[in-house]
């Protein structure tokens, strides 16, 4: 959710994760899910143990025992189940939202207007929206209120070829599909032409 200012490690994102199981030398098992979680034999000192019942090629208890298990996922999407006090604490439901990401370039600028203000060099790059004081988390589109969006930064310059000259790339996340009407209404820009990038 950077509005602005995201990092990407070449090669993919996935070689910092990859680099950090591999240092801890930890066993690492791919394509293996996990289905259950179950209760063992404590430890001498009265600690709790665990369980792993996976699924690879067929479902089977592993014949190792663990001292902690981490979730890192989310567990209501992950298909998990834990036997009766392996999960001390509820685990809270996440309500997570649909996001649409929208790249578009335009020639123009930021309406300083629209922000009050006078001086275009004043606007922000980035604009992170909140519910107005007549809104509430339910009102407009999945909790973005009456703005319709969660930010819309300016990423960088970028150039037109077909207008042969440079234009603002723009970014948005939204819970619905932006439109050109909505550009236009939102009042955001001077003026309402711009190019999808897709």
């Keep these: 959710m950077a509005p602005e ?4 490690v070449s090669g993919g994102n996935w070689r910092i994760f990859h680099g950090m199981v591999k240092n801890s030398r930890a066993y690492v098992s ?28 067929g479902d089977e208890v592993l014949p190792t025992v663990f001292d902690d298990v981490v979730l890192a996922n989310p567990y209501q999407f992950s298909k ?16 997570y939202v649909q996001l649409h990401v929208t790249i578009f370039a335009s020639p ?10 006078v001086d275009a060099k004043d606007v922000p790059g980035t ?13 407009g589109a999945q909790g973005a209120g ?3 969006f969660f930010s819309i930064s300016t990423l960088r310059m970028v150039f037109n070829p077909e ?12 819970p619905e599909k932006v439109t050109p009407e909505f550009l236009r209404l939102a009042r955001l820009f001077l003026c309402h032409h711009f190019t999808l990038i897709k």
């Design 108 to 117: 123009f600028r930021y309406s300083p207007g629209f922000f009050d203000l």
């Design 30 to 57: 791919l394509n293996t899910s996990v289905t259950a979680i179950g209760s063992a034999t404590a430890a001498a000192d009265g600690r709790p143990r665990y369980t792993i019942r996976t699924e690879h090629s």
């Design 146 to 148: 009456k703005a319709g």
């Design 5 to 8: 200012g995201a990092m990407a």
């Design 80 to 95: 998990i189940s834990a036997a009766d006090g392996v999960i001390q604490n509820p685990i809270d439901e996440i309500p």
């Design 127 to 139: 604009v992170l929206t909140t519910l107005g004081k007549d809104d509430d988390p339910t009102s």
């Design 163 to 174: 207008t042969q000259k440079h234009e603002y790339l723009y970014k948005i996340f939204s």
